[in-house]
């Protein structure tokens, strides 16, 4: 049996082989289109921006508060994205992350009156970074690398674990969770949900979008994409593998943070769910529809899955699960780079790293 | 001693619904390295039929006999559609049973609304030896266990159906080179998986009665039992089940649920991080 999976496994190879040849011969007169100024991304990168701006200007007060919490999730959405999208490690368990520094923020405004956004913010992004780097360092570390099903049913058993032991243990209120969470306060001022609230996650949202796309621009972006690509060649090529995975993984736990502690206030309230297969898979569905591997795509797939089951879920609650599943199976079968890839061609989702580099040179002397 | 019995009973009993649910799970994973997650709704699937032959007035027997048919068909018929095309990537192969989970979870869901329907046992009452008293039908669920297991292995390793399903699965090319018709082979070993958990379904649904998120909460210990056990061969996911089965039988007896519930997936996973060969290593029966 193994045998004959690693026969696949081989033939695989050799394809990707094939196509990374195929996908240099179109690198070559996609380069062409690049320097003759076509790129796609930073238009659609503007719009949803300009959108996102604009959106609480247009939007009754019901709504602006929707379009935080999925502001919220977009952020989270982009963790995800980073580790699947960018380095191929499948991550089941990112609400672990996101809400381990749920219940953090809250046990800190409960139990310990602190909700000075300076503090909170901070400690929910290092409670996500701690949780993914102990885990991802148990499950991608070690003298064997681990199998990708390895990692995967590891991070989804850990979210399991997690929601089980949130149930049960009184003291994070058990299957209720814990209610009325004091609001986030900047000296004297509450954010309660509403503009301002929007403003200050769609700033956060930004920054961490901007950050996020330097890194996967960088050196260590082109050997992450490497690394989704084809691990073993990286692996030849020096790069320490296991080490990248788990710096990537950690950084994904601290923004699953980051916009776990954000949606533990918006909300109001954290319940065990958070931590959870659910919002695990939740979150793998923006990423795959929104299209992995780009950080716009992971935005408008939050957009587009949350918007519409918002909108559905009024007259059709109880089909729209299913219409979902089945727009999931579609995408996987037929799209499976996601909704972004009707307009984004894959030259530009790789990125160019080289040209750039090589361009600045050549115009420096 | 009574007590001490009881608990036996108690554990043994939920380690063998797990060895059923994980009979089919493993067989899919390790003859065909698919981890099917929508071997969870299979499993409900089962238990729905179950419940609705006995809504319509059937004998409880006729739904717990068509259920693995039934549910055996739809697995055949969705290999053929969908998961052929996912043979060659595991990880793309999860997302897409997943997604093929959701669409049954919540068709069952929007079927039955979010009720807890109950169906009563077909051999209803407890047997008794001496002072103590055991289930009847938890009883029958670890006799019929027992019986689908030692069924399972004779026809994977004694009959000729199962030699060339073996063939297949460990050499491909070998076996359509031999005239076996491989892609019959994938088909008929995925609708066995799902006619097994159809199974036990139908069989576990008096005891935990019918509900849409049935499935899910043995999936995940499905999946670490298998990967306890060992990917690769049929003996070791069953061994694997009942490893986890009794233990998250048995811990709650010794220490607070909470803990007990959370430290059997903690083990486990420590447990396959160094060892990723599982209990037993090897393929073959």
Same mark, same amino acid.
């Given at each position: ?46 719009v949803v921006l300009v959108a996102a701006l604009l959106a609480p200007l247009v939007l009754q007060d019901y709504l602006t508060v929707f379009a935080t919490r999925v502001i919220i999730l977009a952020l989270f959405a982009l963790s995800f994205d980073l580790v699947w999208g960018y380095a191929g490690i499948m991550s089941f368990g990112q609400a672990l992350f996101f809400g381990s520094a749920g219940y953090g923020v809250a046990l800190l405004a409960r139990d310990l009156d602190i909700t000075n956004i300076f503090l909170v913010l901070p400690a929910g ?72 609230? #929007?403003?200050? =996650?769609?700033? $956060?949202?930004?920054? %961490?979008? /901007? @950050?996020?796309?330097? +890194?996967? &621009? ?97 007259? #059709?609650?109880? =089909?729209?699960? $299913?219409?979902?599943? %089945?727009? /999931? @199976?579609?995408?996987? +079968?037929? &799209? ?30 | ?285």
């Amino acid at each position: 049996m193994l045998k004959s999976m690693s026969v696949v496994r081989e033939a695989i190879a050799g394809d990707e082989a094939d196509d990374a040849m195929a996908e240099r011969v179109a690198a070559g007169q996609a380069r062409k289109q690049v320097k003759a100024g076509r790129k796609v991304l930073p238009i659609v990168e503007g719009v949803v921006l300009v959108a996102a701006l604009l959106a609480p200007l247009v939007l009754q007060d019901y709504l602006t508060v929707f379009a935080t919490r999925v502001i919220i999730l977009a952020l989270f959405a982009l963790s995800f994205d980073l580790v699947w999208g960018y380095a191929g490690i499948m991550s089941f368990g990112q609400a672990l992350f996101f809400g381990s520094a749920g219940y953090g923020v809250a046990l800190l405004a409960r139990d310990l009156d602190i909700t000075n956004i300076f503090l909170v913010l901070p400690a929910g992004t290092i409670i996500g970074l701690t949780f993914a780097l102990l885990l991802g360092g148990f499950l991608l570390l070690g003298r064997h690398p681990s199998s990708v099903i390895f990692v995967s049913l590891g991070t989804l058993t850990g979210s399991y674990a997690a929601d089980r032991l949130a149930r049960g243990w009184y003291y994070l209120g058990g299957q209720n969770g814990i209610p009325s969470i004091a609001p986030m306060t900047l000296g004297g001022y509450e954010f309660s949900e509403g503009p301002a609230f #929007y403003y200050l =996650v769609l700033g $956060i949202l930004v920054v %961490v979008y /901007l @950050l996020c796309r330097f +890194l996967v &621009r960088s050196q260590f972006g082109l050997a992450l994409a490497g690394l989704r690509e084809n691990e073993q060649r990286i692996a030849f090529f020096g790069y320490k593998a296991q080490h990248l995975k788990a710096i990537i993984f950690a950084i994904g736990g601290a923004i699953a943070g980051l916009a776990g502690s954000l949606y533990a206030f918006h909300e109001g309230f954290v319940w065990p769910n958070m931590v959870g297969v659910v919002v695990s898979t939740q979150v793998v569905l923006y990423v795959l529809f929104g299209g992995s591997g780009t950080l716009i795509g992971a935005v408008i797939g939050t957009v587009i899955v949350e918007g519409v089951s918002f909108w559905l879920s009024d007259n #059709y609650r109880d =089909v729209w699960p $299913i219409i979902l599943g %089945v727009l /999931l @199976l579609l995408v996987i +079968l037929f &799209r499976p780079l996601g909704l972004i890839s009707f307009v984004l061609g894959e030259r530009e989702r790789v990125g160019s790293f080289g040209a750039k580099a090589k361009e600045k040179r050549n115009a420096a002397p | 001693m009574a007590n001490a019995f009881v608990a036996a009973f108690e554990i043994l009993s939920f380690g063998a619904i797990i060895v059923l649910i994980v009979l089919g799970l493993g067989i899919i994973a390790s003859m065909m390295g698919i981890f099917n997650f929508a071997q969870g709704e299979f499993v409900l699937l089962g238990a729905y039929i179950t419940w609705l032959a006995y809504a319509k007035g059937l004998p409880i027997w006729a739904g717990m006999a068509a259920a693995p048919v039934l549910v055996g068909a739809l697995g055949f018929v969705l290999e053929a559609l969908i998961i052929r095309r996912f043979y060659a990537a595991p990880i793309v192969a999860m997302l897409g049973t997943y997604a093929l989970g959701l669409i049954i979870r919540e068709s069952v869901r929007g079927l039955i609304g979010g009720f807890y329907l109950t169906v009563p046992e077909p051999i209803g009452g407890s047997i008794d030896i001496g002072a103590m008293h055991i289930s009847a039908w938890r009883f029958t669920i670890i006799v019929i266990t027992l019986l689908v297991m030692a069924g399972c292995y004779l026809l994977l390793s004694r009959t000729s159906f199962g030699l060339r399903m073996r063939a297949t699965l460990e050499n491909p090319s070998l076996a359509r080179a031999s005239g076996i018709s491989t892609p019959l082979m994938y088909g008929a070993t995925f609708a066995f998986g799902s006619a097994l958990a159809g199974l036990a379904g139908a069989l576990i649904v008096p005891v935990f009665s019918l509900y849409a998120d049935l499935g899910l909460r043995f999936l995940i210990q499905g999946f670490v039992a298998v990967m306890v056990g060992g990917v690769g061969s049929f003996i070791g996911p069953v061994a694997g089940a009942g490893v986890i089965g009794t233990l998250s039988a048995a811990l709650p007896w010794v220490m607070a649920p909470v803990v007990a519930d959370v430290l059997v997936f903690v083990l486990a996973i420590v447990f396959i991080k160094f060892r990723p060969q599982g209990l037993i290593a090897g393929k073959g029966v």
